[in-house]
């Protein structure tokens, strides 16, 4: 462990001043010239080259790199082991990054004023950071609950301690073992549903494959206190491009031009260089993997695929979950759709196997092949958080509408509760509290941890869920309802024939498919008579569980080794 | 010589056929091997041709050399262009192997379709990504731009002469037209699948015996990854530390810029010979005289000749059944462990060894199965009966 001396770079008084309250040291950059530095107490000022770091735009370039060094140089004479702490998309952003790449030091991120656009820059920092510093409590309140990976504030003391990730011994080859790397940007202790999926893989496979399967997992998110076999590869955004001296690594100028020249410059995305610090991480190490799993989003690092192939000969999969190029969600320009369409054939043609969660997803991922090698996976409840046991009888009362999860703007609550406000039926909302005034039969319970969103959904009959037009979602809100045995009441605005919802839940008992309008609901509430499902065999196939079996058997296919010898002579 | 000359020059020959090339084997220069194979046996049959390779520059003068009696003009597009109404007049049969983008163009517009077949040999119709094994990733990294332009190129230029059904294309395995057509984004139509020509008379039938499993023979260009040399090497190392390994005797034999790399984990192996060097057809035939087991691994072939020589010599091959190999082989005559896998490969090294009583009917198999499927009969007749096709 080390200490290091937090230095905010910032030009607010207000964050100096709390900085100073912390005995922080801090940078603002000069009033009458923003290119020059200073550290209050010091009277050695300092000079940047530009008025921002851009690696990308020529920052490290001859006559800029000997600048950019003096700026760190300048830091480390006059702060005992510094730490910068920076403000995502702010000038010193980069440097902070650069600094982390080339001298390893730890870096913190200031958040401030409002929430930060994701840019790579963005999620780099705050991927990579040893620690936020968030003054206002209601925008850390805010800024946690929206950013999808751990947040850990700086410690309010002078000296911060600094410990490093520890080494992970190299994963060798076993008989009868497949060795199996997964590698996802998000997952330890990050809250999204990409890192459910693969934190269950990485503490199942190898429990649900009996031992023929063990799992390493890399991450670009922290995850203190790791289990062993986890890899924290840190992201630096634009500084996954330098190389050790300091300045562009020689691969460098061939990544900028290639995204000069896309109309979908993968590499300017979130995590689009992360895979070049998994290659430089992993380039010399000496482990042995069978197979190699990849999930997105976000997607750039599928072009990891690439190295694990040459380097390892492994099989690999590319873990899409939801579509990439060809999603409905995203607003891509046409051009920028046709960039990504191509990028994506390309991953999809060097890669073993395409995965996604559901049947309309396979349909939306861009063929390599005449015939493309794309498996399902779905999502699934995590069996091992159980739910209460179903009652064999339903308890007298009106009905209760369970909802558990995000509403979104584009789907409100509104015509449901307009129509079971003419009822007795209840709303329970377990989410994000709702913003609209509250109807006397709606219960608001805030966000929940899962165990309690199982145990309030065991006293609900009907869970809800909103179906988005593209019908491509099977949102894993509706397997924590099968998990506990409710109905399912699933609000769409288009039809339902081929959507994913439709055809997984297709002869699944008390799934109920109603428009979202008001007169629907209604007329549907008029003859619903709420189900008790106690056969957990009905649920038993949307668990993590099933879907990991499937791919456990994909993966030991991937990982056989053995020849099979022809019989030429009759045995 | 001016493009006049040219012309004058073809219509006082009145050749039965006209190959149009963007390399063509003369002197030191070499590219287009299989093309002039091709017009030998041609020329055996009866035909007489004129080649034109078009890849000098637009303000070099044209010449004409000679390859027995058939005659190679090394002129530019331009002269080709030049050229063309006379072709067209002549209504003589054109032959062009793997079109530029702007041969393919001139084929189109200047030349009656009805006379002109396209052989395409597999990387002018092919997206460079699946090859992606020829790229580190540093080296991908710098290259892209260009390759992703060439990919539209080519593909752009290929689109109208698929979709033209005049115009006769030929493609040497299935596999090569399936993804070629996937890749160039159209139905071909008129089309011959007709492997390259196996000359069985060099490469003759002999029955291995099963000792001969023992005599290994690793025989393959360096040049580029997709030939997946690594792999048989990295499976060579793996079986060094079995009981029995040093009964083998192994030759590793090729060129290329990756061959220096690759055979380092097997130069201190005793019972393994590395020479560097390019092998004639007729070193080749020797080599596999003496050995009995051929090692091919690869990654993306469009046929396999290499493989194909080897089992008309009556070989047993150890290869992967990736691309089009599964075409051109299966497990009665090749071993056949999954690609990519060093390890399967060794495994499958192992399983001929310690079963060399498998050695004569995989040797029997092999020599038969190149000789219907890649014989004359096969090849070399069928492109004659299109020439004729063409003339009529």
């Given at each position: 462990m080390s200490l290091h001396t937090p230095v905010v770079f910032t030009d607010d008084p207000e964050i100096q001043a709390m900085a100073r309250s912390r005995h922080w040291r801090y940078v603002e950059r000069h009033p009458?010239?923003?290119?020059v530095l200073r550290l209050p107490g010091v009277d050695t000022l300092c000079s940047m080259p530009q008025a921002a770091m851009s690696i990308t735009d020529d920052s490290l370039g001859e006559a800029s790199l000997p600048v950019w060094t003096y700026v760190l140089n300048w830091l480390a004479r006059f702060v005992h082991k510094p730490m910068p702490v920076v403000e995502a998309n702010s000038y010193a952003t980069e440097l902070a990054l650069w600094a982390s790449r080339t001298r390893d030091w730890p870096m913190g991120a200031l958040v401030a004023g409002r929430i930060p656009a994701n840019t790579q820059q963005a999620v780099a920092l705050f991927t990579a950071a040893d620690g936020f510093f968030i003054p206002d409590e209601n925008l850390s309140a805010k800024f946690t609950a929206a950013w999808p990976a751990l947040v850990r504030l700086l410690p309010d003391q002078p000296l911060v301690p600094n410990e490093p990730i520890p080494p992970v011994p190299a994963t060798r080859r076993t008989p009868g073992t497949t060795r199996v790397l997964l590698v996802g940007y998000y997952g330890g202790p990050s809250p999204t549903v990409g890192s459910q999926r693969i934190n269950y893989w990485f503490e199942q496979l190898e429990t649900l494959s009996n031992g023929r399967v063990t799992a390493d997992v890399a991450l670009a998110t922290p995850w203190p206190e790791?289990?062993?076999?986890v890899h924290q590869v840190r992201d630096l955004g634009p500084?996954?491009?330098?190389?050790s001296t300091g300045g562009?690594?020689?691969?460098a100028r061939g990544v900028m031009d290639e995204a000069a020249s896309?109309?979908?410059?993968?590499?300017?995305?979130?995590?689009?260089?992360?895979h070049w610090r998994l290659i430089d991480y992993f380039r010399n190490r000496e482990d042995e993997y069978d197979v190699v799993i990849i999930t997105g989003n976000?997607?750039?690092?599928?072009?990891f695929a690439h190295f694990a192939t040459r380097h390892w000969y492994a099989r690999t999969i590319l873990d899409y979950r939801d579509p990439f190029a060809?999603?409905?969600?995203v607003a891509f320009t046409p051009e920028s759709r046709a960039g990504a369409t191509y990028i994506e054939a390309g991953w999809n043609m060097s890669a073993d196997v395409v995965t996604v969660v559901n049947d309309a997803c396979v349909a939306l991922a861009v063929p390599g092949e005449q015939d493309p090698n794309v498996v399902v996976i779905p999502n699934g409840f995590d069996e091992r958080v159980t739910a209460p046991a179903r009652p064999q009888q339903r308890a007298a009362g009106p009905v209760r509408f369970g909802h558990a999860g995000q509403l979104f703007p584009i789907t409100p609550p509104d015509p449901l509760l307009e129509a079971i406000s003419h009822t007795a039926a209840e709303f329970h909302h377990m989410g994000?509290?709702?913003?609209?005034?509250?109807?006397?039969?709606v219960t608001n319970y805030g966000r929940l941890p899962r165990s309690e969103v199982l145990e309030t959904l065991g006293g609900m009959d009907c869970g809800v869920a909103y179906m988005a037009e593209s019908g491509i979602e099977t949102p894993t809100k509706v397997f924590d309802y099968l998990a506990a045995g409710l109905d399912l009441l699933l609000l769409h605005r288009?039809?339902?024939?081929?959507?994913a919802l439709a055809a997984m839940l297709d002869?699944?008992?008390?799934a109920h498919f109603v428009k979202d309008t008001v007169e629907d609901i209604s007329a549907w509430l008029a003859t619903y008579e709420p189900m008790t499902h106690t056969d957990p065999a009905r649920a038993e196939r949307f668990s993590r569980r099933a879907s990991t079996m499937k791919l456990i058997d994909l993966i030991l296919e991937l990982g056989d080794h053995e020849f099979d010898a022809p019989d030429l002579l009759g045995g | 010589m001016t493009s006049g000359n040219l012309a004058a020059e073809l219509r006082a020959e009145s050749p039965d056929f006209i190959v149009l090339a963007p390399g063509y084997p003369r002197g030191t220069s070499t590219g287009g091997e299989f093309i002039r194979t091709r017009v030998q046996a041609y020329v055996a049959a009866g035909l007489s041709g004129h080649v034109y390779?078009?890849?000098?520059?637009?303000?070099a003068a044209p010449f004409t050399l000679h390859d027995g009696s058939t005659p190679i003009t090394v002129t530019s597009a331009d002269g080709i262009e030049a050229l063309a109404p006379t072709l067209r007049e002549l209504g003589v049969p054109v032959l062009a192997h793997s079109p530029t983008p702007r041969m393919a163009e001139l084929l189109r517009t200047e030349l009656c379709g009805s006379r002109v077949a396209v052989w395409y040999?597999?990387?002018?119709?092919?997206?460079?990504?699946?090859?992606?094994?020829?790229?580190s990733p540093t080296k991908i990294a710098g290259s892209r731009p260009g390759l992703d332009q060439m990919n539209r190129d080519r593909f752009a230029a290929a689109r109208p002469i698929f979709e033209d059904p005049a115009i006769t294309k030929v493609f040497v395995s299935q596999f090569q037209r399936g993804y070629s057509e996937f890749d160039v984004g159209a139905t071909a139509e008129n089309v011959h699948v007709i492997p390259n020509h196996i000359d069985t008379d060099l490469y003759r039938a002999r029955e291995r015996a099963p000792?001969?499993?023992?005599?290994i023979l690793l025989l393959r260009?360096?040049?580029?990854?997709?030939?997946?040399n690594d792999i048989a090497l990295r499976a060579l190392e793996i079986l060094?530390?079995?009981?029995?390994?040093?009964?083998l005797e192994i030759t590793v034999r090729g060129f290329g810029l990756h061959f220096q790399r690759e055979v380092t984990g097997v130069r201190?192996?005793?019972n393994v010979r590395v020479q560097e060097g390019y092998s004639s057809p007729v070193e080749m035939a020797m080599l596999h005289y003496d050995h009995g087991v051929f090692l091919c691994p690869t990654r993306?072939?469009?046929?396999?000749v290499m493989l194909g020589e080897a089992m008309a010599s009556g070989m047993v091959g150890i290869t992967n059944p990736v691309a089009a190999i599964p075409e051109f082989t299966d497990e009665t005559c090749s071993l056949l462990p999954r690609g990519d896998d060093p390890l399967a490969f060794a495994e499958a090294i192992w399983h001929i060894f310690t079963h060399p009583e498998l050695m004569p009917v995989m040797s029997r198999n092999a020599a038969a199965r190149v000789e219907e499927q890649c014989g004359r009969a096969a090849t070399v007749d069928r492109e004659i009966t299109i020439i004729r096709s063409l003339a009529a």
């Open positions: 009458d010239n923003p290119q790791a289990p062993a076999r500084a996954n491009l330098v190389g562009l690594a020689y691969f896309q109309s979908y410059p993968a590499s300017r995305q979130v995590a689009g260089t992360w976000p997607f750039p690092p599928f072009e060809m999603s409905p969600r994000t509290p709702l913003r609209t005034e509250i109807p006397a039969n288009g039809n339902i024939e081929g959507t002869g699944v008992a008390g | 390779e078009y890849r000098a520059p637009s303000d040999h597999g990387y002018e119709v092919r997206d460079y990504r699946r090859l992606m094994c020829n790229f000792e001969e499993a023992r005599r260009s360096f040049a580029t990854r997709n030939y997946a060094a530390p079995r009981r029995g390994f040093d009964q201190a192996l005793r993306f072939d469009t046929q396999g």
